[in-house]
């Protein structure tokens, strides 16, 4: 049987961030389909489709929307912290002919590494480490337009080894 999970995990980590950015967000509008609209913030995946493609150039389709993903992770010892990379994939949209939706996401990241400069500590136990690195995509995506941010993020390690600490 398994254990029960104690501790501070990845996905409560990833949970967080999501709180975090939905907070920083608030209130922010960026461009449209039909009109300026909220970003919007996915856990992992952008939810399935379940209608045909005549959403996609209305205020239903997800975009803009920054989708949080957990990527992956380590712990170099049993005393360090677990390190997760969170991805924070960032899609705008734009169908200007003059090709500048791309400033949205531009903001959108330093909207987000300006954030965790100032306030590295969210979900009040997580915190985002070095390096922070982001890159903006030059694919050729018809008013998409596409961005990254990594962030490690560093998960508080309360956990002992149990078969140590008997013997102590």
């Known amino acids: 049987m398994a254990e029960k999970i104690a501790g501070y995990t990845s996905e409560m980590c990833q949970q967080a961030m999501i709180d975090e950015l ?5 209130g922010m ?17 952008l939810p399935i489709q379940t209608t045909d493609d005549d959403e996609a150039d209305t205020n239903d389709s ?3 929307c920054i989708i949080v993903i957990e990527s992956s992770g380590e712990q170099d010892n049993e005393h360090d912290p677990q ?3 969170l991805q924070l994939v960032i899609c705008c949209y734009d169908r200007g002919i003059d090709r500048q939706g791309y400033v949205d996401t531009v903001n959108v990241k330093e909207t987000i590494m300006q954030h965790f400069k100032r306030k590295p500590i969210f979900g009040g136990v997580f915190e985002v480490s070095y390096p922070r690195k982001w890159e903006l995509s030059d694919d050729d995506a018809d008013y998409y ?24």
């Open 62 to 64: 997800p975009y803009p």
């Open 145 to 168: 337009y596409w961005g990254i941010v990594n962030l490690i993020c560093k998960t508080p390690n309360g956990l002992k080894n149990e078969e140590v600490e008997a013997l102590i």
């Open 22 to 26: 939905t907070e920083l967000f608030r």
């Open 29 to 45: 509008t960026f461009g449209g389909q039909e009109s300026p609209k909220p970003l919007q913030i996915f856990k992992q995946f």
């Open 83 to 85: 390190l997760v990379l």
